[in-house]
């Protein structure tokens, strides 16, 4: 008889009694062994990062890094079970793209009629809806306030605020926070769509700017504008972007 | 319904008067007229109250034609009519009397009537229109009652959906996350999961019963916020601290139910929960002089991603001070370098609980 192939498991919750129980009720499956268990959404992506894992029961509820940011940054790569206690929106999210999710408090019944479905999903090789999850999810927030990116196991928090401008590169997009550039996996009509349209306007097909850091705006000798920004540096303008900029200015 | 026709006291007082202006009557158009005494009051005291009767028809007349919703040409001419058709009709009927009286032998009656036809029609005519007026008046009296009335019924259910709404604050997320810590409890440490049974059941109780009240002791919305703050700490672990300092004026000082559980409520999930490392929450409250302050601090993640309806809570509670002590701006949140702090100043009243 062929045993099952043993599933190696993240926990993440904030809740040191969650994961207790997590713990609890997981040994209950010989077919499981938890690899490592994360306090919080930091942790959650190193540990996802090092040690590859076949699934993560993720809890929503946390500080700095959410469920929602954790899943963000790992993006497609690890299947998910999400854990929350009453949240309508992620409720609403996981029954939409029809995901796995566990409401707390939950027993041993639940959690192994979720177990079973996610194995079947990793047998199946279906891919988790991560963007669409996530977006969905954030519909409730305001406007963007900080952006995450992901440096292999380190997660950089970067408020908006310090951003001088996006600069689209093809599937990324490059963030200027001063003499710094980052990278993120994200096109630049998303972020667009996230951030404060006061706040950001997209200047040309290819900028993103934040409109705090604008000096002044020259028109070149042919009939194209540059905005030049406090700290000297030259950004093109396009027609539609001018127009947009006369809007807010 | 007819406001004296259906009220045989009422009718009583009505009938008591017209004999009084049938008196009344009697002393201006009777006697010295070519009468006595006697014949003028057996004259017009009963063609008053006759006439107390015939007039009870301004009544519908004014119930048709009410002043606040009718032209005044309508009205004015509605009560014309009216006064004409009644007056015409006791007039009349003083003709028959007279002539009844005169039968009888009282013969100096038709003396009263004879010569003072067109007065009696005048007389007439200005009586209907004073009882006119005094429906009128009742009616505008009626109306200003029942808009009391509806006006106490308001406050009366603005007050009750107010309570329901407080009862309703009990964070939801709050209950479900308890009760998953007592269902972790329930395996490694059976004692403390009774325990915080225990302390959840008094919260809630406890919240419940507060909130029906109209004011509560201090003291009372502190012990409240230390079982909530209890309960949180089973959850939270050594994130989450507590530093309380109230002073005893201040305790017994006496303030509207659930004023201070949803600033903890929001120090606790939206500053605490927030932090990796948590924090600690300082809970102070002084009396002095004709003031009561209440502060709450705590650390917070400045950099948050803050959902929708936060804020909520702050707007909620400043509504709330300002139904409940007049327009005064008693709640002042502040957030500066990841440390949030709320103060909430409103008059110190002390006194019997009520």
Same mark, same amino acid.
């Given at each position: ?37 994360? /306090?919080? /959404? ?42 929350? @206690? ?6 609403? $999210?996981? %029954? ?31 891919? &988790? ?9 954030? *519909? ?16 950089? !928090? ?15 997009? =490059? ?39 604008? *000096? ?34 | ?10 009718? #009583? ?8 202006? /049938?008196? &009344? ?50 009205? #004015? ?20 009397? *007279? ?32 009882? =006119?007026?005094?429906?009128?008046? &009742? ?28 009862? @309703? ?43 029906? +009240? ?31 300092? $109230?002073?005893?004026? $201040? ?9 201070? %559980?949803?600033?903890?409520? +929001? ?5 605490? #929960? ?23 601090? +705590? ?9 929708? /309806? ?12 300002? +139904? ?5 701006? $008693?709640?002042?949140? %502040? ?13 110190? !009243? ?5």
């Amino acid at each position: 008889m062929m045993t099952e192939d043993l599933l190696r498991v993240i926990v993440v919750d904030d809740e040191a009694l969650a994961r207790t129980l997590l713990r609890e009720l997981l040994g209950a499956h010989a077919d499981i062994e938890i690899i490592a268990e994360c /306090g919080n /959404g930091f942790e959650a992506v190193k540990a996802v990062t090092e040690k590859k894992p076949d699934l993560i029961l993720l809890d929503i509820q946390m500080p700095k890094l959410d469920g929602f940011d954790v899943l963000e940054l790992i993006g497609t790569d690890v299947p998910v079970i999400f854990v929350t @206690a009453y949240d309508q929106y992620a409720i609403k $999210a996981f %029954q939409v793209h029809a995901v796995d999710y566990l409401l707390k408090p939950f027993g041993a019944e639940r959690l192994a009629d979720a177990l079973a479905r996610a194995r079947a999903r990793i047998g199946a090789r279906e891919p &988790l809806p991560a963007k669409a999850l996530v977006s969905e999810a954030r *519909a409730a927030r305001s406007p963007l306030e900080r952006i995450l990116i992901r440096d292999k196991a380190d997660v950089h !928090v970067i408020p908006v605020a310090k951003i001088d401008y996006f600069e689209s590169q093809d599937d990324y997009v =490059s963030l200027k926070v001063g003499d710094k550039t980052l990278l993120k996996e994200q096109t630049l009509s998303e972020l667009e769509q996230l951030l404060d349209p006061g706040r950001f306007v997209r200047i040309h097909r290819r900028y993103l700017l934040n409109v705090a850091r604008l *000096a002044k705006i020259e028109q070149s000798v042919t009939d194209s504008r540059v905005a030049v920004l406090q700290d000297g540096t030259e950004i093109p303008i396009s027609r539609s972007g001018y127009a947009k900029l006369r809007e807010i200015l | 319904m007819h406001p004296i026709l259906g009220s045989a006291r009422r009718l #009583a007082f009505y009938l008591l008067a017209w004999v009084l202006i /049938g008196l &009344l009557l009697s002393a201006g158009l009777g006697f010295g007229r070519g009468g006595d005494w006697v014949t003028a009051v057996l004259f017009f005291v009963p063609l008053g109250v006759v006439y107390a009767l015939i007039t009870q028809s301004a009544w519908y007349v004014c119930r048709i034609f009410p002043l606040v919703r009718s032209r005044g040409w309508h009205v #004015a001419s509605a009560q014309i009519l009216a006064a004409v058709f009644a007056s015409g009709i006791w007039v009349a009927a003083a003709g028959a009397w *007279a002539r009844t009286l005169a039968a009888m032998g009282v013969d100096a009656a038709g003396s009263m009537y004879d010569p003072q036809r067109p007065l009696l029609f005048v007389v007439g005519a200005l009586l209907f229109w004073l009882v =006119s007026v005094f429906f009128y008046l &009742l009616i505008a009296f009626d109306a200003s009652k029942d808009a009391e009335r509806a006006n106490v019924e308001l406050t009366l259910l603005a007050r009750e959906a107010e309570l329901k709404a407080l009862r @309703a604050q009990i964070d939801p997320h709050f209950i479900f996350n308890s009760l998953h810590s007592i269902s972790a409890l329930t395996a490694t440490d059976p004692p403390a999961a009774r325990r915080m049974c225990l302390l959840l059941a008094d919260f809630l109780r406890e919240t419940l019963r507060l909130g029906g +009240n109209e004011q509560i002791p201090l003291a009372e919305e502190l012990a409240l916020a230390d079982r909530y703050l209890a309960i949180e700490q089973v959850r939270l672990g050594a994130r989450l601290n507590v530093a309380r300092d $109230a002073d005893s004026s $201040a305790a017994s000082c006496l303030v509207p139910p659930l004023l201070l %559980q949803p600033l903890v409520e +929001n120090a606790v999930t939206h500053g605490i #929960a927030q932090l990796v490392e948590g924090g600690t929450i300082r809970v102070a409250a002084t009396c002095s002089g004709s003031t009561l302050t209440i502060t709450l601090e +705590n650390p917070c993640d400045p950099d948050r991603a803050r959902t929708r /309806g936060v804020g909520l809570g702050l707007e909620l509670l400043r509504k709330r001070l300002t +139904n409940h002590f007049g327009a005064v701006d $008693a709640v002042y949140a %502040q957030e500066r370098e990841g440390h949030f702090r709320v103060e909430v100043r409103i008059p110190a !009243v002390t006194g019997a609980h009520a």
